[in-house]
């Protein structure tokens, strides 16, 4: 069965429900964590029309999710943010304000409490989350050597607030669940050891009750297609940049 379409994500979110998870936004997540719980957060990269793809089928099934929008026009749509929201689901930033203003801690936090304010204007804005910037020398995160996001009113940012040795943590980064050797910065320090390649495999796992109990997903919906065209050119694009990333951008 092909991987990455939105038949086979609708097929992971029955499953998950079937198995009786219960399912948190990253702010519910942080005030008050439940037993056997599922944290969904989407990156939107690209593509927004796809996250709100994704916003809408977990309202039919009655659960949420976590969206972060980066400030670029490839991710800010401000009608997806909108529709989104109303549907229930958390939004968040996604910044990248030390590549955007390479490497400039003042300007970085400039940059980042303009952008923050911008999407506080339209939404609630409780959480925050790293984009890592692959091609980028810079890791955004190490503006919170200097500063604190919690002075601007942010509960929690994924990289800093989850134990990861008590939630396990999955990432389609590299369209696939186990990239963790073309990964740049989109890794967690954890004591578990499940691996799992595709979708597919995690939804076997579910099954025969060898999944963990607590997890974090972290998925990227322009990488998700029904469409084959779209569906085909995503993974050549992927494949590409796997490449260029394994060997000039992935620390060892």
Same mark, same amino acid.
């Given at each position: 069965? *092909? #991987?990455?379409?939105?038949? *086979?994500?609708? *097929?992971?979110?029955? *499953?998950?429900? =079937?198995?009786?998870?219960?399912?948190?936004?990253?702010?519910?997540?942080?005030?008050?964590?439940?037993?056997?719980?599922?944290?969904?957060?989407?990156?939107? #990269?690209?593509? $927004?029309?796809?996250?709100?793809?994704?916003?809408?089928?977990?309202?039919?099934?009655?659960?949420?999710?976590?969206?972060?929008?980066?400030?670029? $026009?490839?991710?800010?749509?401000?009608?997806?943010?909108?529709?989104?929201?109303?549907?229930? &689901?958390?939004?968040?930033?996604?910044?990248?304000?030390?590549?955007?203003?390479?490497?400039?801690?003042?300007?970085?936090?400039? #940059?980042?409490?303009?952008?923050?304010?911008?999407?506080?204007?339209? /939404?609630?804005?409780?959480?925050?989350?790293?984009?890592?910037?692959?091609?980028?020398?810079?890791?955004? +995160?190490?503006?919170?050597?200097?500063?604190?996001?919690?002075?601007?009113?942010?509960?929690?940012?994924?990289?800093? #607030?989850?134990?990861?040795?008590?939630?396990?943590?999955?990432?389609?980064?590299?369209? +696939? =669940?186990?990239? &963790?050797?073309?990964? /740049?910065?989109?890794?967690?320090?954890?004591?578990?050891?499940?691996?799992?390649?595709?979708?597919?495999?995690?939804?076997?796992?579910?099954?025969?009750?060898?999944? $963990?109990?607590?997890?974090?997903?972290?998925?990227? $919906?322009?990488? =998700?297609?029904?469409?084959?065209?779209? =569906?085909?050119?995503?993974?050549?694009?992927?494949?590409?940049?796997?490449?260029? +990333?394994?060997?000039?951008?992935?620390?060892?």
């Amino acid at each position: 069965m *092909t #991987d990455f379409t939105i038949k *086979t994500y609708r *097929t992971l979110l029955e *499953t998950l429900i =079937w198995q009786s998870y219960n399912f948190q936004t990253f702010e519910q997540h942080l005030l008050e964590a439940k037993r056997k719980s599922i944290v969904l957060r989407h990156d939107v #990269d690209l593509l $927004p029309h796809n996250s709100l793809t994704f916003a809408k089928i977990q309202a039919e099934f009655g659960i949420k999710g976590s969206y972060y929008f980066r400030a670029v $026009p490839e991710s800010w749509d401000v009608d997806c943010i909108h529709q989104i929201a109303d549907l229930g &689901h958390e939004v968040g930033y996604h910044y990248e304000c030390l590549t955007t203003c390479k490497g400039n801690m003042e300007r970085g936090i400039r #940059d980042f409490v303009k952008n923050l304010e911008a999407l506080r204007s339209l /939404v609630p804005v409780a959480t925050i989350c790293m984009h890592g910037s692959p091609l980028s020398k810079y890791d955004s +995160k190490d503006l919170w050597n200097t500063y604190d996001y919690k002075d601007y009113d942010i509960l929690g940012e994924p990289y800093f #607030d989850v134990d990861y040795n008590s939630t396990f943590y999955l990432t389609d980064t590299g369209r +696939k =669940w186990d990239g &963790h050797a073309t990964s /740049v910065r989109d890794k967690v320090q954890t004591r578990f050891t499940e691996r799992f390649h595709t979708t597919h495999d995690i939804i076997r796992a579910l099954e025969a009750g060898l999944f $963990p109990e607590n997890a974090m997903f972290t998925f990227h $919906p322009q990488r =998700w297609h029904n469409n084959p065209i779209g =569906w085909g050119k995503e993974l050549v694009l992927q494949n590409i940049k796997n490449v260029v +990333k394994q060997h000039f951008f992935v620390k060892a």
